[in-house]
């Protein structure tokens, strides 16, 4: 199943380890595929191998393999993904016979050879993986593994509790009269040291003649794996959000500080008016006074009369 949705390594993450089996070596797997492109993880607990491709490399090397074969990177892409993925996956070889996988290790590297058929002539493909980074080792899968193995330890403590409180039970029955009515249910009391020793003894060399044949990643450990993965993706992202929302500045306090300074702007515009008002009634005032000052120290002269002529009047009329 092809998937397009969030990086590669976000979507690996989530994808729980796989025991598989190739040319008669026990390997645990990862893979993911997108829409042209793959991430393929490979461990059998002694080294860590990955190839990750795009669509430019998968049609060079798809046309370096298939000379023959002339088809677009989605159709090489899409004949892969159906073939090697129930490989990839635990479940084997394709029923039918048709696909063929190998492994062969060279010096530090593995490559998985693939051959099957597509529009009936013979397909080919090699994956080369090479070791994984550190980094990739630990994020995919020593930090879940140790989530893991806290949380087992966890539980272990919880059910040694409850034993031991089951144990009271059963002897406050008996000291009020209660008996079993059937001898071989009767069990011995709960010592998680005597218990430890014993289950020690007992399932060490077990699971140590189990790992020549078998990595031992089940159904319910893949489970787990997958849980404690998904909780901390939920997690981080919780935390990412709460980090991005602290971050956000408070336009509130600077939008308040926005209208004070432009009331105190407004005020101060009009103190500055009602203080020039009374001003230019002052300069008014003096600007009149001067005017009359002037004029009354300049009067404007009258026009001069001419003399008026007396009429000449005789002695005698």
Same mark, same amino acid.
């Given at each position: 199943?092809m998937?397009?949705?969030?990086s590669?390594?976000?979507?690996?993450?989530?994808?729980p380890?796989?025991?598989?089996?190739?040319?008669?070596?026990? %390997?645990?797997?990862?893979?993911?595929?997108?829409?042209?492109?793959?991430?393929?993880?490979?461990?059998?607990?002694?080294?860590?191998?990955?190839? #990750?491709?795009?669509?430019?490399?998968?049609?060079?090397?798809?046309?370096?393999?298939?000379?023959?074969?002339?088809?677009?990177? #989605?159709?090489?892409?899409?004949?892969?993904?159906?073939?090697?993925q129930?490989? %990839?996956?635990?479940?084997?070889?394709?029923?039918?016979g048709?696909?063929?996988?190998?492994?062969?290790?060279?010096?530090?590297?593995?490559?998985?050879?693939?051959?099957?058929?597509?529009?009936?002539?013979?397909?080919?493909?090699?994956?080369?993986?090479?070791?994984?980074?550190v980094?990739?080792?630990?994020?995919?899968?020593?930090?879940?593994?140790?989530?893991?193995?806290?949380?087992?330890?966890?539980?272990?403590e919880?059910?040694?509790?409850?034993?031991?409180?089951?144990?009271a039970?059963?002897?406050?029955?008996?000291?009020?009269?209660?008996?079993?009515?059937?001898?071989?249910?009767?069990?011995?009391v709960?010592?998680?040291?005597?218990?430890?020793?014993?289950?020690m003894?007992?399932?060490?060399?077990?699971?140590?003649?189990?790992?020549?044949?078998?990595?031992?990643?089940?159904?319910?450990l893949?489970?787990?794996?997958?849980?404690?993965?998904?909780?901390?993706?939920?997690?981080?992202?919780?935390?990412?959000?709460?980090?991005?929302?602290?971050?956000?500045?408070?336009?509130?306090?600077?939008?308040?500080?926005?209208?004070?300074?432009?009331?105190?702007?407004?005020?101060s515009?009009?103190?500055?008016?009602?203080?020039?008002?009374?001003?230019?009634?002052?300069?008014?005032?003096?600007?009149?006074?001067?005017s009359?000052?002037?004029?009354?120290s300049?009067?404007?002269?009258?026009?001069s009369?001419k003399?008026?002529?007396?009429?000449?009047?005789?002695?005698?009329?």
């Amino acid at each position: 199943m092809m998937e397009s949705r969030g990086s590669s390594a976000d979507v690996l993450l989530q994808r729980p380890w796989l025991p598989v089996s190739i040319s008669g070596c026990q %390997l645990l797997a990862k893979s993911w595929f997108g829409e042209t492109e793959y991430h393929v993880l490979l461990t059998d607990m002694h080294c860590v191998w990955e190839e #990750k491709m795009d669509a430019a490399a998968i049609q060079s090397r798809a046309q370096e393999l298939n000379r023959r074969v002339r088809a677009p990177v #989605k159709a090489f892409f899409s004949h892969l993904c159906e073939v090697v993925q129930p490989c %990839l996956s635990g479940d084997g070889e394709r029923p039918d016979g048709e696909a063929q996988i190998s492994l062969t290790r060279q010096e530090e590297d593995i490559s998985l050879r693939l051959k099957s058929e597509l529009a009936g002539l013979p397909f080919h493909w090699e994956f080369h993986c090479t070791p994984a980074a550190v980094t990739l080792v630990c994020v995919q899968l020593v930090r879940p593994l140790l989530a893991m193995s806290r949380l087992l330890q966890r539980q272990v403590e919880q059910l040694g509790g409850l034993l031991v409180r089951k144990d009271a039970e059963i002897q406050d029955y008996r000291e009020n009269g209660a008996t079993l009515s059937r001898e071989r249910l009767q069990t011995d009391v709960y010592e998680e040291q005597t218990y430890r020793e014993d289950f020690m003894t007992k399932a060490l060399p077990q699971l140590c003649s189990e790992q020549r044949d078998s990595l031992g990643f089940s159904i319910d450990l893949q489970q787990l794996y997958a849980d404690i993965v998904a909780h901390r993706n939920t997690r981080k992202r919780k935390l990412c959000e709460e980090q991005l929302a602290s971050e956000e500045p408070d336009l509130t306090p600077s939008l308040g500080d926005g209208s004070i300074s432009s009331e105190s702007g407004e005020n101060s515009r009009k103190q500055d008016s009602q203080v020039d008002a009374p001003a230019a009634e002052v300069t008014d005032r003096l600007t009149t006074q001067q005017s009359l000052c002037v004029s009354s120290s300049h009067p404007a002269e009258r026009p001069s009369s001419k003399p008026k002529k007396k009429k000449v009047v005789g002695l005698f009329r």
